[in-house]
């Protein structure tokens, strides 16, 4: 299982950014895949998660109305596009599913909302 998250960047605050993870090694269109994020000095912390065909996603509350979570089964690839950025979403990001019992993680991009 390989994930490998792009996209990240620097953003003034009320920008929007699109997150990429692509992803290989396993049936991806049969696994949810989530996104996380991890401050500095924090714990990581889920933000949202798409099942495997896409028809229900979850977000923290924190992001609700302003990330959506989407996936192209075709590409292998899961997204988040997040709009209406905020400096406490200064994180670095990571993709993350759940395969055969063991989590598996992306190396992560950084995002940082500033001006």
């Known amino acids: 299982v390989q994930l490998v998250e792009s996209g990240g960047g620097l953003v003034q605050p009320g920008g929007s950014l699109r997150l990429s993870c692509a992803a290989s090694?396993?049936?991806?269109?049969?696994?949810?895949m989530s996104w996380y994020r991890q401050a500095p000095g924090k714990e990581r912390e889920l933000v949202a998660t798409?099942?495997?065909?896409?028809?229900?996603?979850n977000y923290v509350d924190s992001v609700k109305g302003r990330f959506t979570i989407s996936r192209d089964n075709a590409k292998n690839t899961v997204y988040l596009q997040m709009n209406s950025l905020k400096p406490e979403d200064t994180a670095v990001y990571y993709c993350?599913?759940?395969?055969?019992?063991?989590?598996?993680w992306g190396q992560g991009t950084q995002l940082t909302v500033s001006s």
């Open positions: 993350n599913t759940r395969w055969r019992r063991s989590d598996y």
């Open positions: 090694g396993f049936t991806f269109s049969g696994y949810a």
């Open positions: 798409i099942t495997g065909a896409g028809g229900r996603t």
